[in-house]
């Protein structure tokens, strides 16, 4: 489920456990960017709304199963991001990608895509991340005691880009598909959350993208199964 306001995650059904999970995404935005030396460091998703200046739209192709979000800042700002995000559906899976253009005046540093996504501690079952071989499972302990890990892919710490939990009493993986063995670095994991929000922890998936202003960057498909 999508906010029709800005695009905004506010949860994921798991259809073949029958089990609505309550994810949402943090402060509302769906991305995020950051920006080098710039007063205005952060844009993201949360940062438009339909009928603002900083204009929110989305439209829906039935015949290819495609939703595609787009934000676009208002005209004649002088520091300005323009972001598509695409959605595409499957039975098995769906499948997100954002384009971003830069024009902010500065070097776009990270891309945050998903951006932070909230969960509840206590719905939390086991969660998955590849670190070190053959990886590790978090117990719900690990949460409910307000622990944190990061790491970034590739690097000696984690082999794949890759986080996946049995949650709410359903189970949802992401993960980046890089084609053509061209490989995007990231930073993911599990950051506690409680000082913000009591009993809750975020998930976070951090692109290195270092794009010049008037560039673009596309981030690798990140596939929801």
Known sequence: MLSKANGAILG??????????????????LWGSSYQGTPGAFEGGCNFAAGKPDAFTYSWDAVKGILTLQ????????????????????????????????HMGATLQTVLFPSDVVLENS?????????????????REFFSTHRSISVVYPSARA????????YAGGRLAW??????????????????????????????HTFQAWTADGATFTTPVVRFQ
């Open 12 to 29: 994921i059904t798991d259809k073949a456990a029958q089990a609505v999970m309550p994810l949402t995404s943090r402060n509302g935005c």
């Open 71 to 102: 934000y676009r800042s208002a005209a004649g700002a002088a520091q300005r991001v323009d972001a598509t995000v695409s959605l595409t559906f499957s039975p098995q899976w769906f499948d997100a990608q954002l384009v971003l253009a830069n």
């Open 123 to 139: 719905s939390v079952e086991a969660a998955y991340i590849p670190y070190y071989l053959p990886g590790a499972r978090l117990k």
């Open 159 to 166: 082999f794949a880009d890759y986080l996946a939990m049995d």
């Open 175 to 204: 993960y980046s598909v890089n084609p053509g063995g061209k490989i995007a670095p990231v930073q993911l994991g599990f950051r506690d959350d409680d000082k913000t929000r009591p009993g809750t922890t975020y998930t976070f």
